[in-house]
């Protein structure tokens, strides 16, 4: 079958064919390019991804489940932050490998991004939004955390803190998008508060109850889960336990009738083994970060993993 157009009709097509494409273009040439964001660590880039949505280009330097205070800047990371718009870190010297230290050279200012520099406007810190634990007395001292417990992110209000934060510099960075930022929080604290109302229902039974750490990097979520350490394996943090620390450990545990000992996936279980021989207790393999067990994905997942598996031991006791 032969298929023809009335004259007006053909002289209309190529017109409207026009239109389109100019229409096209003009929308294009207008849409803002994506910023181009860089987080020290995974978890940080997950909150970035979840209030920036597709209005951002995000990537993490230090990989998920590694000890945080282990990382080692590369060559990579600099070519990451040369471009970069703005640069997540998590401050209180948990990325000193990458923010620099008295004795360690800033990468920050090795990757040459004039951007991203401290105090600039595509700095960003998210430790300056969260509740901080631990802050020595003096301000200052020689434990792995001599600024405050740098693990904040273990309880969801100072997730919902940073990622409010978040909204607001990238609506400063890109005032155009900063209403999608904020419709991008709203919906992030609306998700996080229908989590909390079921995390805070898988715990209840247990708050108050006893565990025993490998470092001190819980207690954030312990406190916003009401449970309680009553010390640590590694009384500093890597340097191996005396016979002594241990002996006085173990018998806290035992007048205390402690169960549980949390260790990251990234710490031996030799020594977590042996305490957990002498006292019956059970030691719980729980990442403390994304990436740190396979279908860990974002935010809300680590939660959903730990809490499940913190609760499926504390009913067995």
């Known amino acids: 079958m032969r298929i023809t157009y009335e004259p007006h009709l053909r002289r209309a097509l190529p017109l409207a064919l026009a239109l389109f494409i100019a229409a096209a273009l003009t929308e294009s040439a207008f849409a803002a390019p994506k910023l181009r964001i ?25 990989p998920g489940g590694q000890d ?4 080692s800047a590369k060559p990579s990371y600099l070519l990451k932050m040369q471009h970069a718009d703005l640069l997540i870190v998590a401050g ?7 923010v620099g230290s008295h004795h360690v050279q800033s990468a920050i200012s090795e990757s040459g991004n004039s951007r991203i520099q401290p105090g600039a406007s595509g700095y ?34 100072n997730g919902r803190r940073i990622a409010k934060a ?18 991008r929080f709203r919906g992030f604290e609306k998700r996080l508060s229908d989590s909390e109302s079921v995390w805070d229902a898988q715990i209840q039974p247990y708050r108050g109850r006893k565990v025993v750490t490998y470092r001190r990097s819980w ?7 009401g449970l309680v350490s009553v010390g640590e ?20 545990m035992k007048g205390e009738n402690v169960k549980i000992i949390l260790v990251e996936p990234y710490f031996e279980l030799k020594t977590p083994d042996a305490i957990a021989r002498e006292t019956g207790a059970e030691i719980v393999v729980m990442p403390s970060s994304m990436g740190g067990e396979k279908g860990i994905t ?17 009913k067995k006791i």
């Open 38 to 62: 860089v987080a020290s660590t995974a978890d940080l880039a997950a909150l970035a991804a979840e209030v920036g949505g597709e209005r951002i280009e995000i990537e993490s330097l230090a």
């Open 68 to 71: 945080p205070h282990s990382v």
């Open 92 to 98: 209180l010297q948990l990325d000193a490998w990458l």
């Open 124 to 157: 960003f810190e998210a430790s300056q939004y969260a509740e901080i634990l631990e802050v020595p007395a003096q301000g200052f001292s020689r434990d792995i955390h001599p600024l405050g417990n740098p693990h904040y992110l273990l309880d969801p209000e």
């Open 166 to 183: 978040l909204a607001k510099k990238l609506g400063e960075l890109q005032p155009n998008d900063a209403s999608y930022f904020n419709d």
């Open 219 to 225: 207690s954030n979520f312990l406190k916003h889960f």
């Open 233 to 252: 394996i590694e009384p500093s943090p890597g340097i191996s336990p005396s016979h002594r620390h241990t002996t006085e450990l173990i018998n806290i």
């Open 298 to 314: 974002d935010y809300f997942t680590l939660f959903d993993y730990d809490l499940r598996l913190l609760t499926k031991e504390f």
